[in-house]
């Protein structure tokens, strides 16, 4: 008797997937999309992902197939048609498995693997110039995995104290899959050390956070910038010649419906200053309507950003041990200049990964 090879039940949605991945195929053939260029591209880009998850869906229901008959061959009557599906089963079984794992996480990570750039939030919290100090530590540890990875990466604006740290830098990041690369470094991080301005040598501990927002495309988010958000300009305070003090150039946007506020002044031209603060603010009031969505989905979730004291952290660099741990898994990994100066956090990254891969199969 032939024991068919059954289907996992989230597999449904998958199929679902698979389906409008063809449906659209179809919609683009049709001359009446392929003249319309924003169509075509909202299209193309739907498409491309969810073939992402089509493709490896196709071999699946063929390997699928193939174990049904060779399970069909094993149960008949024919001994040598049954010794050769008998050797076929365990690679056909060992590349099911393969595939329903590749399945199942591009399931789930879909919407995050989209994403094609971020913006990276990072401010000094308690600790005075040592914490800012560290936040320009931070800030270079992202560059660097940045540079490893092969991202582009374009400091938007940036706010230094008088030691050459950073009070606050924003920058964004962009590159295939970079939100599933950044998406859990957002959050308090503590650092344990002697500062070089502590005479007696005792660890202070300070921190930094950092918030990590999708990058949202234009048609994504639907801003009236004329209606819904208030601008001020005025004059960019701090060095800068005669531009800075005579031209009213430094742009603040408030989002009226949600109350989001941007400001920007790094720059000497006002529209520059407003195309960065407008791309700001689309990431924040995204991120925000995001937000609500997924509280909604799962209270549990908790606020990207803590209060920036030292006791709400994600991780702590603790100098004198040489030692980085990551509290949300319980991990330490030794060797604090090659994280912090070489950007080789990647050990963290593969826990956190397969951590929140784990908790959203457990929700399927």
């Known amino acids: 008797m032939s024991t068919a090879v059954q289907d996992p039940t989230w597999i449904k949605r998958v199929d679902e997937m698979a389906a409008r991945a063809e449906e659209i195929a179809g919609e683009m053939n049709k001359p009446e999309v392929a003249t319309n260029g924003a169509l075509m591209t909202k299209l193309t880009r739907e498409h491309g992902e969810l073939e992402k998850l089509a493709k490896p869906y196709r071999e699946y229901r063929q390997v699928t197939d193939q174990l049904n008959e060779s399970h069909e061959l094993i149960a008949g009557d024919d001994a040598d048609l049954r010794e050769l599906a008998e050797a076929e089963l365990p ?137 819904d958000v208030l601008e001020h300009v005025s004059r960019a305070g701090g060095p800068g010649g005669q531009n800075v003090n005579k031209v009213s150039s430094a742009i603040k946007l408030e989002h009226i419906p949600t109350g989001i506020t941007v400001s920007m002044r790094d720059e000497k031209s006002q529209h520059k200053n407003r195309a960065k603060a407008r791309r700001v603010m689309m990431s924040r009031v995204f991120e925000h309507f995001h937000t609500q969505q997924q509280n909604e989905l799962a209270s549990e979730r908790k606020s990207m950003v803590g209060s920036g004291d030292r006791s709400d952290r994600i991780r702590t660099y603790n100098f004198p041990q040489n030692r980085c741990t990551d509290h949300r898994i319980n991990k330490d990994v030794f060797g604090l200049e090659r994280i912090l100066v070489a950007g080789e956090f990647d050990e963290f990254l593969q826990e956190l990964t397969d951590r929140e891969l784990k908790l959203r199969l457990e929700s399927l």
Do not use: C, N
């Open 91 to 227: 690679e056909l079984e060992k590349r099911r498995e393969e595939l329903l794992q590749q399945l199942q996480e591009r399931l789930v990570t879909g919407d995050d693997a989209a994403v094609r750039s971020v913006i990276v939030e990072i401010r000094a919290g308690t600790g005075g110039e040592e914490a800012a100090l560290f936040a320009g530590e931070l800030l270079s540890m992202y560059t660097a995995y940045a540079a490893r990875k092969g991202f582009k990466v374009e400091l938007m604006s940036s706010s230094e104290s008088d030691l050459g740290g950073i009070k606050e830098a924003i920058l964004t990041i962009s590159g295939e899959e970079v939100y599933l690369h950044y998406r859990f470094e957002a959050g308090g991080h503590r650092v344990q050390r002697v500062p070089k301005t502590e005479a007696q040598g005792r660890i202070h501990t300070s921190a930094a956070t950092v918030a990590v927002l999708p990058e949202p495309e234009e048609v994504e988010i639907d801003i009236d910038w004329e209606k």
